[in-house]
């Protein structure tokens, strides 16, 4: 590759537009190269598969937090309800939540720090393709290969644990774009905070803060509902629950439609300020990193 | 008293290496708050609905949240960095850095088991220790010494069997290098949040005999409150000493292996 | 004579490698019965080094070096034979051996990353017990003749790849060791960087005394540093000698130079070469022949009478030439 070819892909993500939204749709349209990017999660997908096991460990290890809640919860509950729920529906609560919380969990923010860190961005930043597509590959090639565990494990779970679910056709039908925008919610939000490390070294420790707070905030520590005075009306406010917690409410029907609308607009929010955010730290970023020189 | 010297030597590069990041240091500290607050939010939410759960209150199930973060928090001081320098991915034994650790003229468990510190970790200790202050004067009762005796011996035992767990899972790494046994370990290690009584039958038998983590944290907590009996205190120090023996033979196995199958 | 320092009997390994096939059948077949294949990378070596030597270990990848540079570190067990140290039998990895050892990899680190090197020794020579002293006086020694005194400050991930072999070898010398095991120490430095650590190692090992095993691909490292060589080669020892004397004995054939009158250049049928010479190189009046090395003399004298013959010389073929000869046919004559 010349010189004159490698500054002509580089150029829309180095000279961005005025403002981030446009510098997003920019890098959509004029380094969308589609084939290149199907082809991109279709090799990161091999390769996942093939250290399967490996990447089945990584899912276990996502998968106990909120089964330790779902365990502690009913057994709390015992024969009673706590909150308004019972013992069943805890355990329904909280298998969706082991879903819900792998389909949102965005590993690959973790590795565009470590790109960043160790150097490696330049490999990216040469390739005629912008580097999210890197990580929405890796993204989407994680989840098929994360959910062929987790699926398996949370039917066996439910068949043990008895859980008690009253799905509504409009609760599914809700919870699917609610489920979308916050896996989207969580990856971007987790991608401006990765990109931080064009500035600071290691601060993937914020990276460690969030995934603390989600797991505080996001219905994992409890049900948001159960959630006491001022951290109720945090988790309702901030983020966090919007990544998680809100599509399993929807899903076991503890929303109602006033809390449904109004959790949207917050989602859709957030989300829109996450992309703003992504778009300026990526445009900043690189040109920093490009007068460093990595 | 040279392996005492070691360690402070150790100890001491380690800080150094440590304070080369610095912006690290404060989001460290942020970051063990937040652990500290999750731990405690956590049980407050759980007690704020009930009164007890099969025989644990409030305040002995933060005892043990006191004991599960102060012997996590010893954990992650020297247990923890060092193993995971052996082992994990671009581990010593992954890129075969492993080579200058048995070339050493010191005793290979003693290097794998204490040459990285983390010394950050004394504030997670120093939390550890205040949430099990707190939660021990929320219980109200008086302890007498040879109580505050049995509980510190059962912490001692405690830190010891999640030190053989480690090794043992460490060693596990000679066998099939890259694949995170820590990680799995990290997962079942976190269900020690939480008394087990609080989980089903068959998990309690998991978390007792098969991977013993309950332990290290219920009966140091059932010190405090008078859950634990003698005899458990006598079981558990047996079993530290027994898990400690077998694990380091496993790893003196371990890096035998490695001697005689690399290349 | 003295005791050899090293000496090395039989030494051989041999790895057993589970046989995999492809395909999830295979994989199941395994796991109820492994077969094996047995990889003898070591067969029946034997040599003896005397102290001080500086003795380079050559042969092509995968040919066994670094299996008995570790087998005589004391990393690896040997399937069969026996093998000497300074007195220590090395696999049993006693403490008074290790002291006297040191292995200096150019592909792994054993440097501290995120602190300056001073500090990495400092705990290094609490490993090997050195007395604070002493060690203050080798570090002085070695930075002198590494010329290192400005790098001492820096963290070592900020230093360039030749400072940080600097470093490596700082850390494999501060306990004053009496022999060096030294794997490829020049990997990927920049040409005077090589030159500059050649000339440390001899110097180190006039002064010092220490017997060093050398391991490189850069025939230049082990040309500068090594008047013996042992050649290893699928396992075996195929030569173990002067470096000088390597050629003769590797390489059948001799390179005889020709400069032919002015004017008079070769035919096009190449008129006048004798029988067993083979032309590698024509250019203008210069020719380049290669023969076997025992028909040298007869065919020098031939060509001599069959073309009009100014100059002619004969020499051994360049020593880099004999090796990939020998890599890649193994032995002949």
């Known amino acids: 590759m010349t010189n004159q070819q490698m500054g002509k892909s580089r150029k829309p993500f180095v000279v961005g537009a005025s403002a981030p939204f446009s510098a997003l749709k920019r890098i959509l349209r004029t380094s969308v190269n589609l084939r290149g990017g199907w082809a991109l999660i279709r090799g990161t997908w091999a390769s996942w598969l093939q250290y399967r096991s490996f990447f089945f460990i990584l899912a276990f290890g996502w998968m106990i937090p909120p089964l330790i809640y779902l365990l502690v919860w009913a057994t709390a509950a015992g024969g009673r309800a706590i909150g308004g729920m019972t013992r069943g529906e805890f355990v329904a609560y909280y298998l969706a939540l082991i879903l819900v919380n792998q389909i949102t969990y965005s590993q690959t923010n973790w590795t565009v720090g470590d790109l960043i860190r160790y150097g490696q961005m330049n490999r990216l930043l040469m390739r005629p393709l912008h580097p999210l597509f890197d990580a929405l590959s890796s993204e989407l090639a994680g989840k098929v290969v994360y959910l062929a565990f987790d699926l398996p494990v949370v039917i066996v779970l439910a068949l043990i644990l008895r859980p008690e679910m009253h799905l509504t056709p409009g609760n599914v039908l809700a919870f699917l774009p609610a489920l979308l925008l916050a896996w989207a919610l969580r990856f971007f939000w987790g ?35 159960l959630l006491p005075g001022l951290l109720h009306s945090a988790a309702v406010a901030l983020p966090f629950r919007y990544m998680v917690g809100f599509p399993v409410e929807i899903l076991t029907g503890q929303v109602d439609p006033v809390g449904l609308a ?33 | 008293m040279r392996y005492l010297k070691l360690i402070s030597l ?18 460290g500290l942020l970051y063990s708050l937040l652990n500290l607050g999750t731990g405690v939010l956590g049980i407050f939410v759980l007690f704020g609905q009930v009164e007890s759960v099969q025989g644990w209150s409030f305040a002995s199930t933060l005892a043990l949240l006191g004991v599960y973060l102060s012997v996590g928090a010893v954990r992650s001081l020297f247990i923890g960095p060092s193993l995971e320098a052996l082992a994990g991915m671009d581990g010593d034994v992954w890129s075969g850095r492993l080579d200058f650790v048995l070339l050493r003229p010191v005793d ?43 509980f510190v011996i059962a912490l001692a035992a405690a830190v010891a069997i999640l030190y053989a767990i480690l090794l043992a899972f460490t060693a596990l ?58 005899g458990a205190l006598a ?29 | 004579m003295t005791e050899a320092q090293i000496s090395v009997q039989s030494l051989s390994k041999t790895y057993r490698v589970p046989v995999r096939a492809g395909g999830l059948k295979a994989a199941l077949k395994s796991l109820a019965r492994r077969t094996y294949n047995d990889v003898h990378a070591v067969q029946e070596i034997n040599f003896t080094i005397q102290q001080g030597e500086m003795v380079g270990l050559i042969g092509p990848n995968g040919a066994g070096k670094t299996t008995t540079l570790k087998m005589l570190c ?3 067990h040997p399937s069969a034979g026996q093998a000497h140290v300074a007195g220590f039998v090395p696999w049993e990895r006693r403490p008074a051996y290790l002291r006297q050892i040191s292995m200096v990899l150019g592909n792994k680190s054993q440097m501290l990353w995120d602190i300056p090197p001073l500090d990495s020794f400092r705990v290094i020579g609490e490993i090997y017990s050195v007395p604070p002293a002493r060690l203050r006086q080798t570090l002085d020694e070695l930075f002198d003749l590494l010329e290192m005194a400005e790098l001492l400050t820096k963290p070592v991930r900020d230093l360039s790849l030749g400072e940080r072999m600097k470093c490596e070898l700082v850390a494999g010398l501060l306990h004053q060791p009496a022999i060096m095991f030294l794997d490829e120490p020049t ?44 050649l290893i080669h699928h396992g075996k020892l195929l030569y173990d000698g002067e470096l000088g004397s390597l050629a003769q004995k590797m390489a059948p054939f001799k390179l005889v130079r020709v400069t032919l009158e002015d004017g008079r250049p070769l035919t096009e049928d190449r008129g006048g070469i004798p029988a067993g010479a083979e032309v590698i190189e024509a250019n203008g009046n210069h020719l380049t022949l290669r023969v076997a090395r025992t028909a040298a003399p007869e065919i020098t004298a031939k060509l001599l009478q069959s073309l009009p013959v100014v100059d002619l010389t004969v020499e051994d073929p360049p020593i880099e030439a004999v090796i990939d000869q020998v890599y890649q046919e193994g032995v002949q004559g």
């Open chain 1, 191 to 225: 991608y401006w905070l990765a990109l931080l490390a064009f500035w600071a070294t290691r601060a993937d420790a914020l990276l460690a803060v969030q995934d603390s707070l989600v797991f505080l905030l996001a219905g994992q520590v409890a049900p948001v509902a």
């Open chain 1, 262 to 294: 109004l959790g949207f607009a917050v989602q859709l929010g957030w989300l829109a300020l996450a992309l703003g955010l992504s778009a300026l730290m990526w445009r900043q970023g690189v040109r920093r990193y490009s007068a460093v020189g990595g």
């Open chain 2, 10 to 27: 150790f100890a001491r590069a380690s800080v150094q290496e440590e304070t080369a990041y610095r912006a690290n240091f404060a989001i």
């Open chain 2, 108 to 150: 290979t468990q003693f290097l794998a088991s204490f040459r990285k510190w983390r010394i950050f970790s004394l504030f997670d200790l120093a939390l550890g220790l205040g949430t099990l202050g707190v939660a021990v004067s929320r219980l109200g009762q008086t302890l007498s010494a040879a109580r505050i005796a049995g």
């Open chain 2, 173 to 230: 790494v000679f066998w099939s290098p890259g694949v995170l046994f820590t990680w799995v370990f990290d997962g079942v290690f976190q269900m020690a949040r939480y008394p087990l009584g609080l989980y089903p039958g068959w998990l309690r038998l998991l978390l007792t005999w098969v991977i013993p983590v309950g332990i290290i944290t219920t009966v140091p907590a059932g010190m405090l409150s008078g859950a634990s009996s003698p």
């Open chain 2, 235 to 263: 079981g558990m120090v047996g079993l530290a000493v027994v898990l400690v023996g077998a694990a380091s033979l496993l790893f003196r196995f371990g890096t035998r292996r490695y001697a005689s199958a690399s290349s």
């Open chain 3, 74 to 76: 004391g990393l690896l």
């Open chain 3, 187 to 230: 990997l990927g430095l920049d040409v005077s960087m090589q030159l500059r650590l050649r000339r440390f190692l001899a110097e180190y090992n006039r002064r010092s005394g220490v017997t060093v095993l050398l391991t490189s691909h850069y025939m230049a490292d082990v040309l500068a540093l090594c008047p013996r060589v042992i």
